[in-house]
């Protein structure tokens, strides 16, 4: 549906790959749509160990291409959309927070009046 499940606050010059086995450890599901930033054998592995399926493109660079379901890959748009909505939010988009666990607690916040539209 679009919706968030759990989130993670990272530092800004960190890569969106090393959060990703802390955001998906304890929730269940059976595909990962992930975009290109995500590809990486070490997550793959991770997600056939658990018996999850893995939808997301080679990067452009990658040596061996990976078949994906691009009508399957299509849906990603409504984690795309949530993230529009969520930079709506001034003091989200704008990062008017001083510390890190007010910011996450106003993202808390602009996600809860997001699912309450």
Do not use: W
């Amino acid at each position: 549906m679009g919706n968030p499940v759990k989130l993670l606050l990272s530092g800004g010059n960190r890569a969106d790959i090393t959060q990703a086995e802390d955001l998906i450890d304890d929730v269940s599901f059976e595909v990962l749509l992930a975009d290109k930033g995500y590809h990486s054998q070490a997550l793959e592995e991770y997600l056939t160990n658990r018996g999850i399926d893995f939808c997301c493109p080679s990067k452009s660079n990658s040596l061996k291409k990976r078949n994906y379901d691009k009508h399957l890959y299509k849906e990603r748009n409504l984690v795309e959309r949530f993230f529009n909505l969520l930079k709506q939010f001034r003091r989200v988009a704008t990062r008017y927070e001083k510390t890190s666990q007010n910011y996450l607690a106003m993202i808390q916040f602009a996600s809860c009046m997001i699912l309450l539209r």
